[in-house]
């Protein structure tokens, strides 16, 4: 029976992994739509505690998928991948990582000043900007994941198919 984490002969990553990849993905995105327009939404207290429970589930799933992959996946570059390639791809998962955490515990930071009444001034408004520098940080981030995934597609060799479950690659097509 093929380990949950690991993947497949066939160099496909498991039924929970990919869950784990798109679901993060759907979550992400449904974040970006319903994002806080504007401060002062978080004055109804409905809206701030949906938005809290949503950042803290966030950060709770985003661990359990940080812990689960990093004791379980493997990674889906071939042998051949160059060190620095290796380290780059390295960099920008645990960047996304660091930067949807980030993401979460700044609007978590936002959520309890403005309920604690600072609904202005400098320490808000910090708070602010790092929540912005880290919301454009991971569009960075998942922007070079996602030109990678393309590269990978382009080259050929494997790292598309095992996580991308459409516009399957053609076999052996590396280009070197």
Same mark, same amino acid.
């Given at each position: 029976m093929?380990?949950?984490g690991t993947k497949a002969a066939a160099g496909r990553y498991s039924a929970l992994a990919l869950l784990c990849h798109w679901g993060f993905a759907a979550l992400f995105i449904y974040g970006v739509i319903k994002q806080v327009d504007d401060v002062g939404?978080?004055?109804d207290a409905d809206f701030l505690r949906f938005e809290m429970v949503f /950042?803290?589930? =966030?950060?709770?799933?985003? /661990?359990?998928? =940080?812990a689960y992959m990093k004791a379980r996946a493997v990674s889906a570059l071939p042998a051949a991948?160059?060190?620095w390639q290796r380290r780059a791809a390295t960099f920008?998962?645990?960047?996304?990582?660091a930067s949807l955490a980030a993401i979460a515990l700044s609007g978590i930071l936002i959520g309890c000043l403005y309920a604690a009444g600072l609904t202005s001034g400098l320490i808000l408004e910090a708070a602010l900007e790092l929540h912005g520098v880290t919301v454009l940080l991971s569009y960075w981030l998942i922007s070079i994941h996602i030109a990678a995934a393309l590269y990978h597609r382009w080259l050929g060799d494997g790292v598309w198919n095992a996580m991308v479950p459409v516009w399957k690659e053609r076999a052996n097509r590396a280009r070197r």
């Open positions: 093929l380990n949950m939404q978080l004055a /950042a803290i589930i =966030f950060l709770i799933l985003l /661990a359990g998928r =940080f991948t160059p060190a920008v998962h645990y960047g996304m990582y």
